[in-house]
């Protein structure tokens, strides 16, 4: 189905139509005229965050782009070297007239009586001006390196398999497959192809800690969990409310985890589930939703548009302007993204396709940022960008779930079809326990400092007793304790990831909604998008026609919601 061929049309500028944003000195000249701007009423307030609105999309259009070409082409020192310098002469040097701007904001008598749609705002702009220290700044610049660094060198790892050079995601489409020797060989050769940087690794992670640490004592704090739970501005739960998030998943996803690797070894006729077990189809079918990556898009474009016309023009829009970058190659960094570029008023969507049906959830998850970029890139309020990830992953999320019932486009048999849907519902819940172990891992880590390496690693595989009970990974200890290693957030992004959890709950919640009232769900969706982060949390959820809540009894809910459908389609 075509819907358009039509591209983006790039944003026009409306108050810095020549400003150049590679030149720091004419950023800051800017940002200066602003600083001195007179506030004499509250529309001045207004107009001058409108101002500075544009001034940050130019600025961070440009980093956006550079940053897309050091991740499509990681294997390419020139590409992390553009980066680096424009975070470092650009944007670090950028960062304390934006604090001197946000204190005049602040400071102003006029700011008390704003109207109460720019309460959140002043929240937010009073935390930013309570964190800022200017001491951070230049560490700032060696953390993004350094964890830059991470990338570059996980994309180019290849490893030799069946006589060819591999990269490790290559590899994972192996990982499915229904012969047991060859999916175990694949999983072996991507620890193999890991390990071999595991001290290089532990080096940059070492270094990135203590830059971590640093800048939360220069804030004042004890320790980097609490600086960097602040920092966010996390102000509708504390790390008191993630712990017990911890540990009702442990109580009331851990069973479900239990039963599900059971019911798995029984039907492949194995003893134990391994590793390398987890994600074979139980039937010894490997699901293949996809042969070119055009198949792949086209797909795509189709399924958004059953959910609504324009969410698919969208799509389509974006491959017209050439803003995917979607199949696995070598010097290629991990992972995937969607990076929203607000000059041309859309986002670009990078990830490592091989074929498998795990990048069909991934393309629909990023389609969903996507979807969240284009509802929310014209608001003229940067506060108000959806960029707290509780939000945006909560887009992203609910729409796999959201598209789930279109996924025949892909699986046009039908028993494919079902076996999609189950693994995507059973997914999604079985998700909880690594997003738990991965967010305890940095808990520990940054209120630990002073651990070595080895120790790291130990508290690591003491995580995975926790959180995957039911895989068996007997004289597998030294590759139960460095899976963390693959798991680029946490040498990226600290932090990121229970939000993850947070939205994921969210987004079954959204499912669970969609099948009692689609046309409603929908639109209490739609309504979410173009929300923002206008409001508290807790609230953007309830407009989604949710609740913010990670407690035992509503996870528990959850959970048994799963197993319900899942065992129907099962049937």
Request: glycine share 4%; aromatic share 14%.
């Amino acid at each position: 189905m075509v819907f358009t061929n039509e591209k983006i049309v790039k944003k026009e500028r409306k108050y810095f139509k020549e400003l150049d944003a590679t030149n720091a000195n004419q950023i800051i000249e800017k940002l200066e005229e602003l600083i001195e701007m007179p506030i004499k009423s509250e529309n001045d307030i207004i107009k001058l965050v409108e101002k500075i609105t544009e001034l940050s999309d130019i600025v961070d259009e440009e980093m956006g782009r550079r940053y897309i070409n050091m991740t499509r082409f990681a294997d390419r020192k020139e590409y992390a070297d553009k980066f680096n310098d424009y975070f470092a002469n650009v944007v670090s040097k950028v960062k304390p007239f934006l604090f001197k701007f946000e204190k005049k904001l602040y400071e102003s008598p006029f700011s008390k009586s704003l109207p109460d749609e720019y309460s959140h705002m002043m929240k937010i702009i009073s935390n930013n001006i309570e964190m800022f220290r200017e001491e951070n700044i230049p560490l700032q610049v060696e953390e993004r390196k350094l964890s830059s660094r991470y990338g570059a060198i996980y994309g180019s790892i290849t490893v030799r398999f069946k006589g060819e050079e591999k990269t490790l995601q290559q590899l994972v489409p192996y990982l499915k497959s229904p012969d047991r020797d060859e999916r175990e060989e694949a999983w072996r050769k991507r620890y193999e192809g890991i390990l071999k940087y595991k001290d290089e690794f532990n080096r940059i992670f070492d270094e990135l800690k203590e830059i971590r640490i640093k800048q939360a004592r220069n804030a004042g704090f004890n320790n980097y969990r609490d600086y960097i739970h602040k920092l966010k501005g996390r102000f509708e739960y504390s790390v008191e409310d993630i712990y017990s998030f911890h540990e009702s998943v442990e109580k009331k996803v851990m069973p479900f985890f239990k039963e599900r690797m059971e019911k798995r070894a029984r039907k492949l006729g194995i003893d134990v589930v391994k590793p390398w077990d987890r994600y074979v189809d139980v039937d010894g079918k490997t699901l293949m939703p996809f042969e070119t990556i055009d198949e792949f898009v086209d797909k795509a474009i189709k399924i958004l548009g059953n959910v609504k016309k324009e969410f698919g023009i969208r799509l389509e829009k974006m491959k017209n302007t050439k803003l995917l970058d979607l199949e696995n190659r070598k010097g290629k960094a991990p992972g995937g993204y969607n990076y929203p570029l607000p000059e041309t008023g859309a986002p670009f969507i990078f990830m490592n396709a091989t074929g498998n049906s795990s990048d069909v959830r991934t393309l629909l998850h990023e389609s969903g940022h996507a979807m969240h970029t284009f509802e929310t890139v014209n608001i003229p309020n940067l506060y108000y960008r959806p960029k707290r990830m509780e939000i945006a992953e909560l887009a992203s999320m609910s729409m796999e779930l959201l598209t789930l019932h279109y996924w025949n486009e892909y699986y046009q048999d039908s028993e494919d079809f079902r076996k999609a849907m189950i693994e995507e519902l059973e997914n999604a819940v079985l998700f909880l326990p690594w997003c738990m172990t991965v967010d305890a891992f940095q808990q520990w880590i940054y209120t630990n400092p002073e651990h070595t390496a080895e120790e790291r690693a130990e508290y690591f595989g003491k995580l995975m007793d926790r959180f995957s009970q039911g895989i068996d990974w007997t004289d597998l200890e030294k590759e139960k304790k460095y899976r963390w290693l693959f798991q680029l957030h946490i040498f990226q992004a600290p932090f990121y990831y229970i939000e993850y959890g947070i939205a994921q709950l969210g987004a079954l919640s959204i499912y669970k909604n969609y099948l009692e009232n689609p046309e409603r769900t929908i639109e209490n969706y739609i309504r979410f998008l173009k929300t923002g982060n206008k409001v508290p949390i807790d609230k953007v959820y309830e407009i989604a026609g949710i609740k913010l809540d990670f407690s035992e009894t509503h996870i528990g809910e959850i959970v048994d919601f799963v197993r319900e459908k899942v065992e129907e389609l099962e049937k």
